[in-house]
Structures are given as structure tokens and as C-alpha cells.
């Protein structure tokens, strides 16, 4: 099947909001809600980089779109299309069953295919997503505005993800929950949303909470207390070193936000949130563990590249 | 440098829109104009597919975002900014290059970089590029509605790009016109923004004039009749055979589009634009040349995949 029949075959399917022509049209058409700030991000994932090269490509499919959402949940935005760039092997099974599961992932999270590009006849996969949004004027949440006082909150549970890389690695033994944290995460969308002119900062744990935190602090110019006693875990820790590889695994896909301590975050939506730690003035991050402190260790997450 | 500080050192520094929050956030941010409709294109280059991997990087630069804004021009819209998605080997050099020649696009056309994606560490380079613009509602320029009666228009010239490749490929002589219209294309935005609510039907012509035409009548539902002789050629053809390389080459990223008969399209902007044949009833394309029929060549273009 050449480009063009698969994308009339395969894709124009997806494609089921106006906007998207059919994919019959140079570029995709959008009339935007009147008076909103739209949001955009472009996230790649790489076979052998992002994911495993024989992970399910239904999966692939659902975490390209989910990080993609996840960094629209950080800006407190609702999404609204997506475009995709395919670029691959002449792999048909896999490019089938990608787009079967791309298919279930838009409609799971209710956004349409809007258009796209797909390329055949490389070594390794190359998948880009671009999604789009919208946000109230004014409301886009940001990594700068955490003021000193503030509440630090993380969404979720943290670090079963780097535990599900394991099980798919094979170093660990088999567990379907875990598995799913790392291969099909679950963007915050509605977290996100109900954070928009709440939060004072905001963003998606990707490369590991403490990485993360380490960023929100220096885009806040503040410092982060964060007790390691507090942060939620979907597994509990046999031990101090083990709790700190949960907090500097990366794939959460969790919100970690501050809020002023006035405001009553947890009854914001039905999202689980935690209290982990507060806003300080200064810069950088403050671990401590009941009350004691404890070193940073020398790797905070992943440093990409 | 890792991925993170080559976004700050080298990416940032194109972001000068505010939209892009200096690529410190999660995604972009940007009001759009009220009241206007909003268009979103995809494209990737790779390489050895799109480009040849020994082009200047600079040039491939230029040719992404080229590309991409020429299907902006194609749906009659002004561009506002692009996300990049960068992904190859780790090769310093020719992303230092690459990011010159972008930020050097980037300025020609007056487009600001949003955001996008960094990843190092593959085989070869995947480049994707999603360019945002918008149009006064209604007026996005489509494939379909092309009336018989209308007037068949290219803008400047054709086959020129496919001369050029000959050029990079070393099968021709050195000439660097050439060799530019393949390597460095000029989207052409100011005859696409003119042509809006006015052409019937429009694209850019990507894959070679003919197959490109053959689009176009079959989403109108119309035949084209085309008068190869009256085909705008940048060098002149020395024999038929010649000719309909010319008009089966890709590249051009020229317009096509139909307009009603009573329409001055030459006065419209200072684009040069020649009128090439005419939209009848049926389907399917009908080529004469100096008045006699000439068959359909078996291959009309570049059929991806």
C-alpha cells in the first residue's frame, strides 16, 4: 500500500472532525472557540530511545498521544486535534496495528485526527505528535510563578512507571498494572484544567520528580522542601534507596503544581492529589525523610541526549 | 551537549515570540486573531527520502520549512509560528548548521519557533515541522470546487526543482539556480493569501504538475484540460519526451489553482502566474499540445511509499 492509499485507507478513518478535510486538503481548518488562548506542543517519541522497539505498537500509538496531552494537562489547556508525523520502516503489521491503537487512543480522549505526514522506507521508527488546545485567556499554567509559602502537590502516584520498565525489560516479574503505568500513561487532563488560574506553577513529571522539581524551582526562582516520607508510591519502598529510584524514574506523566496554602486543592476534582513538600525562598530542591534531611543523589532523572 | 542544553543554547534563540515562552514551559501559548480560521500543516523530510544526505544542512532547513508553508499558501493562509520535531544522529555539526540555516528561514519568512522536540541517538534524520496559520473565515483555499468553465493557473515555473536534483545527483551540470529551486523552494504566501475567497480550488504543486492536477479534478469532481505548450518552463524544453519530464518532476511547490474565467488573476499580486488549460465536466486530466491530444505518460509524478 503506498503513502497515499494508507492514508486514505487508514487514517482519513481518524480523521473525523471537520477540521481535518478528510485529509483530502494541503492543511487542516479550525475555527477556534472565540476569545481562548490556544496551546501547542510537538513531542517525538523514538523506537529504542522512548519506548522499547517490541512494545506493542497499540501502546506505542497510546503513550505518543498521552505525553503529548500530558504536556497540555501541564498548561491547564483541553485539547482539541492532534497532527501526526509516521516515519518508519515498510513494516505494514506494525503501522496496522499503531493506527488501530492510535484510533482507540483519540477516541479514549475524545480528539480528532486533524492531519499529518507519514514517511516509509527508514531503519527505525519516528513518531511525532502535535497536539492543540485551548485554555482560557490568561489561565495557561507555567513552570515560573511559585511563590514562597506555597504548597507543592503531585498528582497520582510516583515511579511506577520505572517499575513497569523493568517488568518490560524483563528485570522484574511480570505485572500488568505497572506494565501500563510505563507503556499507556494516563495524562491529567482534568487535573490540568481545574488547575488553570489556580496553581501558581505547574508541569508533568517526565524525567523523574525530582528532575522535574529541580526545573519548576529554577523556572520559579524559589526552592522546593520536598518530604520523600510524602510522596505518594503505587508500590511501597523496601527501602531508602529504593525510594529514591521511584522519585528519579522518569514517565509519571503526573502533575506537580503549587498552589497557595489557602486553597483547597484536593476538592478541585477527583483527581488523587498529595501534599509533598512547600515553596522556600532561595533555589534548588530540600529532601528530607521523617523530619531528618537527605542528600540529593548525584542522578536526579533522565538528562536527554 | 544534552538535549536539554542544546534547547537552551541553540533552539531558544529562535523563539523570540512570546507564544513560545522561551521554551522554558511545556507547550506554546498564543492568542490568535480574533474571528479568523485557524491552519494547521505537518510535513516530514528524511533523509535519503526527501532530501539527499549529503545536502547542506542549512539548506534542509530551509526546504522543512518551506515546505510546510507552502501548504499554508495552498489553503490561502498567513503563517504565524512552526514547532520543529529534530530527530537524528549525534552529529553536532550538522544540527549546528541545520539550526543556523532554520533561524535564517525562520527570519526570511517572518515565523517565530513556538516549541517542538529534540532526540539524538538514531540512524538517520527525521525532520518534522507543523506550521500554524490562519485565513479571514471562509476563505481557506481546498482542492474541491473547481467549476467547469474556470481557468486551470500555475504560478511561476515548472520542472525546475526536478532539473535541480538532477544537478545534486551529479547527473547534470553544476548550476546553482537549479540546484536552489530543488534545494532552497519559495513558498509562494503572497499569491496564496491573494488568492483566497477568490480561486475555486487550489494546492501546491508537490509531487509534479501532472499527478498534482490529477488531485485536484478528481477532489472537484471535474476534468482539467491542459495545453502542455502553455506550461511555464524556467529552461526550455528540447524535445516532448523532455516536456513531460518537466511536468511529471515534484518539487516545484508552485501553485495550482482554478479560478472563474472573468477573474483578472494577473492583477492580483506581483506573483507571475500563466493559464495553463481549463476545468470541463467528467473526470480525469486531458493534455493536448499545440492543439493535438497527447497521451497520459504512465507515470504522472512522485507517488510516495
Known sequence: MGEREFIARRLAPLATSPAARGLADDAAVWAP?????LVFTHDVLAAGVHYLPDDPPGDVAWKLLAVNLSDLAAMAATPAGVLLGLAGPDDAAWRDAFIDGL???LQHFGVALWGGDTVSGLAGHVLGLTAIGWVEPGKAMGRAGAQP????????TIGDAGL???VAQGRAPFDRQLLNRFRRPSPRLALGQALGGVATAGM????GLLIDAQRLAAASGVALAIDLAAVPLGRPAADPDELLARVTAGDDYELLFTAPASCD?????DTPV????RVLPGAGLALTRAGQPVALPARLGWEHG
Open 265 to 269: 486543592v484536593a476538592a478541585l476534582c
Open 274 to 277: 498529595t501534599a509533598i513538600g
Open 149 to 156: 509559602g506555597d504548597v507543592l502537590w503531585v498528582s497520582g
Open 33 to 37: 472557540p472565540l476569545g481562548r488562548d
Open 164 to 166: 513497569g520498565l523493568a
Open 204 to 207: 508533568d513529571v517526565s524525567d
Open 103 to 105: 484510533g482507540r487512543a
